[in-house]
């Protein structure tokens, strides 16, 4: 007993040297993890200040440089094999080339309506006069404002029976009302809202363009579906020249007008010379050579051109006409002269009367009254038949001005105005026309606009109008640092444009202790820190490997204190100050205490350490190993054994832990030994096979016996008391597993009438291999007992008969003595029906045959 309890608290005693041994090896290695972990955050914050304070992009610029560099390349094999492969005019694709790398390049396609960048995933539109791509929701509050300005000066009657055209805003390609954009489509239109795709070109299908190309040729756009106008057709056709005179040749559909250089040869308009030009298009030009010709009246002889053999000189005809008295007063003409002009019949100056006179004499007046209409087209000229004009009219009317405000006596040829000004708004809806007497046709304002445009840098210069204004034509240069690079933008996006990647390198000056500066493109901003080894010599004689530190942001903390928690904390300062050489990291080979590793360790801290492993030298125990952290181990009468325990190395106090033997329970009662345990000599209690006892057996024996044996020592040597399936108990003395089948007892069988009986035994019986019947006297015997009850039964009907008959002869013999009733009953007696007269008489009948039943079945089980 009192070596039990001395086990037990040595036990206990070391259950708890061993879990504070755990607990500090395990707050050890979180003191590490935690010191790990902070100079990870730390090494991570001062990265992300680096990178946070630094202007340089170079990263960036080598990310945006792969990107151009991949869509140049697919661009040049795109024009490649549209140019080279079908011997095309390069010239002609800059602008397709132009539109489809503005479509690649993020934020370089810009809405001019909105001055905003075009996305990859907005809805667009794209007009088809200068293919500018403009926003859809933009282009159609354009369309609709442009609509509605056109039509609102008219009146209710006019609305809607006009389809009024609208204008693009870039190149004033006119669209109907009813063209403008409702649905989100792809540059060639047969897909409608196009789903993004990072290998196409934005706002793209991907499917080939197949529109018509400009001007109709008959051919389709072989590109796939692209901004900007299709590229030239490249089909093959076979075409002659022009003056039809080589043999057809094939060539590309987009170049097929060609020229042989043969001289033409066709007759010029002079009809004299032939065209001597090389085959050209069109009409041939005029004949170059020159001839002498007579000018029409054929007085003048002068060298000219053979193109223009008409020609008319300066001189007047002058030739006598036929009358005799006058000449020709015409310029140079062909032909005749024709008659005098002053014979026949002539008339007076008012064209009342006509006179015949000589060519010689002048018409005479006719004395009547002129009456022709002077300029007012109201009143006639009251004057005698005169020559020249008719004088104004200066009759007094009551004129109305032109504004019809006003009226007023005065000269009829004068015209009145009144000083009323025009109070109406003019069709910009801004300004009052301000004209004196304006009879209702108000001229188009002459003001200039003046309003900001969308830019914010410009005014719009167009007059006055209603509306939005058209965006800013002009374009500003965005320019690097050094202005070698320059990007040329729409007016309002120099805000908010990147400025261009400059290829230049960056001439400044370093600032650190280097001779010069690692290279870098042009920048905005100071230059990146100096990424290049610092290499300055350390006290070890290594050199600082890590980058240079001269120019390092440090957080400058403690500055100022808020007075209360009402008060913000301000964002932290940082100031750029030079830093010391961190401590040398150079790796030098070291062995830990226990010998475990050699490890690489800092050059700074070199010397002995400790790996944090377990010790692991086998104890004298020769069982455990040691569990102390890695330590110094001195070595005793010059053993220089790693594997085996020191001095210093823990003392085995553990219980023995050794494998028992198959079936033995218990543990040794020795602590942690070397060699084999001593045999168990415990008791075990174990339950005989029937569960019927305890039966107290010595550890050992159970463990070395073999099978017999152990069934013998697990026996209690009584009968077996489990029922075997007959129903009888088994015979056996207590064994394992299960009761034998075959029960020998001595049963008794007996034959279906239970007459005869015999004794058999059990298994026989459970197996059906015997059975016993009935004999001829049992028959003979059933058969009598069956006729005595069907007797018995028949008596008891006839008995059941003449008692009930004496019954009713009683009654019927009581009811005559009665007296009748003096009430005379008027309802007739209703005659009883079958069952009420014989009910009885069945009653009993059945009765006694249930008797008879009964009476057999009860003498057939005896």
Known sequence: MAISCSLKDAKEEQEEIYIIFNKEVIELSSKKKFEEIKKANQAAAKKLVEDQYSSSSEDD?????????????????????????????????ERTRQYVNEAFQSGAMTCLICIASIKRNQAVWSCFGC????????????????????????????????????PCPKCRFEYKQSETPTRYYCYCGKVEDPVLDPWLVPHSCGQVCEREFKPPCGHKCLLLCHPGPCPPCPKMVTTTCYCKKAKPIPRRCSNKEWSCQLPCGRKLPCGQHS???????????????????????????????CASPLWQCDQVCRRTLPCGNHTCE?????????????????????????????????????????DKVLECGIHKCSQRCHRGPCETCRQEVEKQCRCGKHTKLMPC???????????????????????????????????????????????????????????CPETVDVKCNCSKTVLKVPCGRERTTKPPRCRELCSRLPTCHHPSQEKHNCHFGPCPPCRQPCQKGLKCGHFCPVSCHDEALVKQTGLHQPVGPWEQPSEPAFIQTALPCPPCQVPIPMECFGQHEVSPLPCHSVGPYSCKRFCGRLLDCQNHTCVKEC????????????????????????????????????????????????PCIQMLKIKCHCKLLNLYIECIKITCADLKEKDLLTSCQNQCPKELHC????????????????????????????????????????????????????????????????????AAVEEEKRRQQAELEAFENRLKGRRKNKRRRDEAETEQSVWEKYKRFIMLSICGVAVVILAWIIAYNH
């Not at 002053?342 to 018409?363: A, L």
């Not at 003395?733 to 075959?742: K, L, M, V, Y």
């Open 131 to 166: 293919f500018c791509i403009f926003h859809l929701p933009c282009i159609q509050k354009w369309a609709k404002d442009s609509v509605f300005l056109i039509s609102s000066p008219l009146t209710d009657d006019d609305f809607g029976k006009k389809d009024y055209p609208w």
């Open 631 to 678: 330590h110094r181990v001195t070595s005793v009468n010059g053993n220089t054994d790693k594997q085996k325990a020191g001095p210093e190395c823990l003392q085995c106090e553990e219980e023995c832990t050794k494998p028992r033997p198959p079936g033995c329970p218990h543990r040794c009662i020795l602590p942690c030994h070397p060699g084999e345990c001593p």
């Open 413 to 471: 040829h004068k015209p009145y105005l009144c000083e009323t000004k025009c109070t109406k708004i003019r069709d910009c809806q801004k300004h009052q026309c301000k004209r004196k007497c304006c009879p209702g046709n108000c001229p188009p304002c002459d003001q200039a606009c003046g309003r900001t445009l969308g830019c914010r840098n410009h005014k719009c210069p167009s007059v006055c109008h209603r509306g939005s204004c058209y965006p």
């Open 61 to 93: 610029d080598d990310e945006d440089d792969d990107i151009d560099g991949k869509h140049g390349q697919i661009l040049a094999k795109t024009f490649t094999t549209y140019t080279n492969q079908t011997d095309g005019d390069a010239s002609e694709l």
């Open 727 to 794: 129903g009888h108990r088994c015979k056996e003395t207590c064994h394992p597993g299960d009761c034998p089948g075959n029960c020998n007892q001595k049963v008794k069988l007996r034959c279906p009438c239970k007459r005869i009986k015999k004794e058999l035994q059990c298994n026989k019986v459970q197996e059906g291999q015997v059975s016993l019947e009935c004999d001829a006297l049992c028959k003979e015997m059933k058969q009598k007992a069956s006729e005595i009850k069907e007797a018995e039964a028949k």
């Open 330 to 370: 015409q310029v140079c003409h062909s032909g005749s002269c024709g008659e005098c002009p002053r014979t026949g019949k002539r008339s007076c100056p008012c064209e009342k009367t006509k006179f015949i006179f000589p060519c010689t004499e002048d018409v005479p007046t006719c004395g009547d009254s002129c």
């Open 275 to 305: 065209c001597e030009n090389p085959c050209h298009p069109g009409n041939c030009q005029p004949c170059p050579r020159v001839s002498k010709q007579r000018c029409v009246c054929g007085r003048q002889i002068a060298e000219r051109l």
